[in-house]
């Protein structure tokens, strides 16, 4: 269960985020991130007297949810949220300001008489995953899918429900992963863990979904878990929860994605994004940028936009490379991977057989040495400290049959 920490209310508000390759330089986390990033956040300038939550990206515009309402008095109000009910709008990335510019209506022919909820597109951008509720029960969103006509701007056709809708549940906040394979979701379906679970279903080359399935323990909890966001290259998952210990309402957490459905324990994105009301729907706009949205310092349950900067925290892994007599092995090709088979760096051993690369908190690397007389060698590290000043030492001993082990 989720407790409440009134620390620092004063510093909730937040930032554009930029997952920078340089290491931060005379920066301090607070207590509560332990992330493994650096956050910047200002609040953006576009928000309005009405509901403001980012959804995703499209041709390089923002598109958001709102309850901002169309013409002099819109389409009437929601019983629960005492908001207008909500559509979807659309905002350019970056003006002259270096801020979003007015949004305007993102597309009148997804746009019905009750909510419209969050969306999320293939990679292509000719697909998109769309929620909506109806009047008569504004809480319970249906997932749907539709195909943007060829050589149209935002004609969207052959509108399709997801065969796990049911009026029995809601099924929320989608997202599609960056590679296409996986939509992500929330759903209250009955065989959660309890409230709203996060689920992910295979995408088929159709554009059809699979099965979902439930991420699990180390991700859901007995109370609501909302919003995923992966990162552009999968191996982390951002999401929304009020059961995970945090500051208060929802806090956005980080895990991370080792594959085949193994997820590190959540880490809160500490007290510069996340504050003691309910901040949810992390965005990445590209490598460099997002957003979020908070009701902090707001009456009920309006929400405004927030863009943040994010700065990686690197550290130190070092070590000496030996034979199995203890003896130093000069001239070895030592390589260190990421966890999806990406090499990251390469580098040969002097006469102190010694190397070193930079790492990144909470993430699974495999070192690999090759060397001629030898087989090759790999042996897993797994980094799990934020510490900025962190240095890991790993000595390693390769036989020549290719064992590479810890000394």
Same mark, same amino acid.
């Given at each position: 269960?989720?407790?409440?920490?009134?620390?620092?209310?004063?510093?909730?508000?937040?930032?554009?985020?930029?997952?920078?390759?340089?290491?931060?330089?005379?920066?301090?986390?607070?207590?509560?991130?332990?992330?493994?990033?650096?956050?910047?956040?200002?609040?953006?300038?576009?928000?309005?007297?009405?509901?403001?939550?980012?959804?995703?990206?499209?041709?390089?515009?923002?598109?958001?949810?709102?309850?901002?309402?169309?013409?002099?008095?819109?389409? %009437?109000?929601?019983?629960?949220?005492?908001?207008?009910?909500?559509?979807?709008?659309?905002?350019?990335?970056?003006?002259?300001?270096?801020?979003?510019?007015?949004?305007?209506?993102?597309?009148?022919?997804?746009?019905?008489?009750?909510?419209? %909820?969050?969306?999320?597109?293939?990679?292509?951008?000719?697909?998109?995953?769309?929620?909506?509720?109806?009047?008569?029960?504004?809480?319970?969103?249906?997932?749907?899918?539709?195909?943007?006509?060829?050589?149209?701007? %935002?004609?969207?056709?052959?509108?399709?429900?997801?065969?796990?809708?049911?009026?029995?549940?809601?099924?929320?906040?989608?997202?599609?992963?960056?590679?296409?394979?996986?939509?992500?979701?929330?759903?209250?379906?009955?065989?959660?863990?309890?409230?709203?679970?996060?689920?992910?279903?295979?995408?088929?080359?159709?554009?059809?979904?699979?099965?979902?399935?439930?991420?699990?323990?180390?991700?859901?909890?007995?109370?609501?878990?909302?919003?995923?966001?992966?990162?552009?290259?999968?191996?982390?998952?951002?999401?929304?929860?009020?059961?995970?210990?945090?500051?208060?309402?929802?806090?956005?957490?980080?895990?991370?994605?080792?594959?085949?459905?193994?997820?590190?324990?959540? !880490?809160?994105?500490?007290?510069?994004?996340?504050?003691? !009301?309910?901040?949810?729907?992390?965005?990445?706009?590209?490598?460099?940028?997002?957003?979020?949205?908070?009701?902090?310092?707001?009456?009920?349950?309006?929400?405004?936009?927030?863009?943040?900067?994010?700065?990686?925290?690197?550290?130190?892994?070092?070590?000496?490379?030996?034979?199995?007599?203890?003896?130093?092995?000069?001239?070895?090709?030592?390589?260190?991977?990421?966890?999806? %088979?990406?090499?990251?760096?390469?580098?040969?051993?002097?006469?102190?057989?010694?190397? !070193?690369?930079?790492?990144?908190?909470?993430?699974?690397?495999?070192?690999?040495?090759?060397?001629?007389?030898?087989?090759?060698?790999?042996?897993?590290?797994?980094?799990?400290?934020?510490?900025?000043?962190?240095?890991?030492?790993?000595?390693?001993?390769?036989?020549?049959?290719?064992?590479?082990?810890?000394?």
């Amino acid at each position: 269960m989720k407790t409440t920490s009134y620390v620092l209310l004063s510093a909730l508000l937040f930032c554009t985020y930029t997952f920078d390759k340089t290491d931060p330089s005379n920066s301090k986390i607070d207590d509560f991130n332990d992330s493994g990033y650096i956050f910047n956040v200002n609040v953006t300038k576009i928000n309005s007297q009405y509901s403001d939550i980012p959804s995703a990206v499209f041709r390089d515009k923002l598109v958001i949810v709102s309850s901002k309402k169309i013409g002099a008095i819109g389409s %009437g109000k929601d019983k629960v949220t005492n908001l207008p009910y909500t559509n979807l709008f659309c905002t350019d990335i970056s003006n002259n300001n270096g801020d979003f510019s007015v949004p305007i209506l993102f597309s009148r022919i997804l746009n019905s008489r009750g909510n419209e %909820g969050q969306v999320s597109f293939s990679p292509d951008q000719h697909t998109i995953y769309y929620t909506k509720s109806k009047r008569k029960n504004s809480e319970n969103y249906q997932m749907y899918l539709a195909t943007l006509e060829k050589d149209s701007y %935002g004609n969207w056709v052959n509108h399709t429900p997801l065969n796990f809708n049911s009026d029995e549940h809601s099924v929320e906040t989608p997202h599609v992963s960056y590679d296409g394979q996986y939509l992500y979701f929330s759903s209250n379906m009955e065989g959660g863990l309890g409230g709203f679970d996060i689920y992910k279903a295979k995408i088929n080359s159709n554009g059809s979904v699979g099965a979902p399935v439930n991420l699990g323990p180390t991700i859901n909890t007995e109370m609501d878990e909302k919003y995923p966001h992966t990162s552009l290259d999968g191996g982390e998952l951002f999401f929304s929860s009020n059961g995970h210990e945090g500051q208060g309402g929802f806090d956005i957490f980080i895990s991370n994605d080792y594959g085949n459905m193994e997820y590190a324990i959540p !880490r809160n994105l500490g007290i510069i994004v996340n504050s003691i !009301r309910d901040d949810i729907a992390f965005t990445l706009i590209n490598d460099d940028n997002g957003v979020f949205a908070s009701n902090a310092g707001n009456v009920g349950l309006r929400f405004n936009m927030y863009k943040f900067n994010a700065r990686a925290i690197y550290q130190n892994l070092e070590g000496i490379i030996f034979k199995e007599n203890d003896e130093i092995l000069a001239d070895i090709t030592v390589s260190l991977y990421d966890n999806n %088979g990406n090499e990251l760096e390469r580098q040969v051993t002097g006469k102190d057989g010694t190397y !070193r690369f930079k790492v990144r908190p909470f993430v699974s690397y495999q070192i690999k040495t090759s060397k001629e007389g030898y087989e090759d060698g790999v042996i897993i590290f797994q980094s799990k400290d934020t510490n900025l000043n962190l240095a890991y030492k790993e000595d390693l001993e390769l036989s020549p049959d290719g064992t590479l082990s810890k000394k």
